[in-house]
């Protein structure tokens, strides 16, 4: 069993940065996709960002020249750097990270436990 342990989020002015964290424990499995999440109240979940394995990152058009997703794969972490945030950003954002299992020949979408990001104006 995988489970994503997501950190970074917190408060912070407009214009500010922030870098979230998600590491992704144990063994015995590849990763074919991570990526991050978010969701504002009263609206549906979107895709901010994605890094598939051996791939280039893809961006939502609202956070591209702001954000920047890695991977350090020493460490089994996904990092998303937000730079100049603007108060439209505020929301849960959820580590998700897609993996395969070759013991059982299956894929799963793991998630983290969400992390709270909060923009003032």
């Known amino acids: 069993q995988v489970q994503l342990v997501e950190s970074g989020g917190g408060l912070v002015q407009a214009g500010g940065s922030l870098r979230l964290s998600c590491a992704v424990p144990g063994s015995g499995f590849t990763i074919n996709v991570m990526g991050w999440y978010r969701q504002a109240p009263g609206k549906q979940r979107e895709l901010v960002a994605s890094?598939?394995?051996?791939?280039?990152?893809s961006y939502a058009d609202s956070v591209k020249g702001r954000f920047t997703i890695s991977r350090d794969n020493t460490k089994n972490t996904v990092y998303l750097q937000m730079s100049g945030l603007k108060s439209e950003d505020t929301a849960v954002y959820y580590c998700?990270?897609?993996?395969?299992?070759?013991?059982?020949?299956?894929?799963?979408?793991?998630w983290g436990q969400g992390t709270q990001v909060t923009v003032s104006s």
């Open positions: 890094l598939p394995t051996g791939g280039s990152a």
């Open positions: 998700n990270v897609n993996v395969y299992l070759p013991f059982d020949e299956v894929r799963y979408d793991f």
